[in-house]
């Protein structure tokens, strides 16, 4: 099974220093890949390249995100000639979100048009992921229209995709029966999110479009502020997604660690990976 971590890149040197130790404890499970995310417009670019520097001289491997909204075509290239000198051979393509107050939307509308930018300055120097949603993306106007997007980012020249996080299998089961009737055969690679706070995953999920079933909404909220039964019924939860999953044909699980281990380290030792 493809495993592949991704992190965030800190703010501080101290939290640079404290995802040091985390990735340490996460190599214990030999994935495929770490990733760390990239805020659109490049607002963590330099962040982002020395959290990518630091995995790559540690000798693992590692996929930087690249979004390219609000990005010129020379941002871009430069980025690219970058990674390309420090020998990295893996991105995840996005198209990203302009942050608020960021008005100009730069050279780029789809990640499509990134991975074919991509493609056509550095041939196959990058093995390419992008995003898929099997819950749809917020903003698109239709499933039929979002499953359409999607297939023509894979045609662009995508390797791989990795998923928005979801907690109802038959989602990802429909999106990946949906896109091989659209002759679409790259890998979708399920990203897992372990559940540390209710609160903040409830939050985050309206604003990405994630649906969070209403038994298990239901079930955290009846668990108030008991941090136990909280961590001990999300560990279960999420666990047995991912073994259904993977019972399904998955690929591989993506992990949305929070640049933290603990979660993801136990989720990998109950499914026998470590
Ligand atoms: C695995 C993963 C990692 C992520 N990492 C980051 C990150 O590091 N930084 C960051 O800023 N964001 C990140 N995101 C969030 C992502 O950038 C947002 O969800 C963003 O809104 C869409 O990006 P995309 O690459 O999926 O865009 P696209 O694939 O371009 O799709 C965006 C929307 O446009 C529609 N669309 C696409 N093509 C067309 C077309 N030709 N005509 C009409 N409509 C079209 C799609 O249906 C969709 O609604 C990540 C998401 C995932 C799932």
């Known amino acids: 099974m493809q495993l592949s971590i991704e992190f965030f890149p800190p703010q501080t040197g101290e939290g640079l220093e404290k995802l040091r130790a985390v990735r340490s404890q996460l190599a214990a499970l030999q994935p495929d890949f770490f990733s760390v995310t990239f805020g659109a417009g490049g607002s963590t670019r330099e962040r982002t390249f020395a959290v990518c ?9 590692v996929a930087p995100h690249l979004s390219c909204i609000g990005s010129t075509r020379e941002n871009i290239r430069e980025i690219l000639a970058d990674y390309q000198a420090r020998g990295i051979r893996r991105l995840v393509a996005l198209r990203g979100d302009l942050p608020s107050g960021m008005a100009e939307a730069g050279e780029f509308r789809y990640a499509s048009e990134l991975v074919e ?21 917020p903003q ?27 907690y109802n299998a038959d989602a990802y089961f429909h999106f990946v029966d949906e896109i091989r009737a659209r002759g679409v055969d790259i890998p979708v690679i399920p990203g897992i999110m372990p559940i540390v706070s209710f609160f903040k995953l409830a939050r985050f999920s309206d604003a990405c479009g994630a649906e969070l079933p209403r038994w298990m909404r239901r079930t955290f909220e ?12 999300g560990l279960d ?10 019972a399904g044909g998955a690929p591989g699980l993506h992990f ?3 640049n933290q281990a603990e ?3 136990e ?8």
């Open 53 to 61: 520097r630091d995995i790559a001289e540690a000798g693992q491997p």
């Open 117 to 137: 930018f991509i493609r056509a300055e550095t041939g196959d120097t990058f093995r390419l992921a992008v995003a898929a949603y099997p819950e749809w993306h």
């Open 140 to 166: 698109a106007r239709s499933p039929r229209e979002d499953l359409d997007a999607f297939a023509r980012k894979a045609k662009a020249g995508a390797n791989l995709a990795i998923t928005q996080y979801f």
């Open 222 to 233: 009846s668990l108030g502020d008991d941090t136990a039964s909280i961590r001990a019924f």
């Open 237 to 246: 939860l999420v666990t047995r997604l991912c073994e259904r999953l993977l």
């Open 256 to 258: 949305y660690s929070m």
């Open 263 to 265: 979660l993801t380290l």
């Open 267 to 274: 989720i990998c030792r109950r499914l026998g990976r470590c």
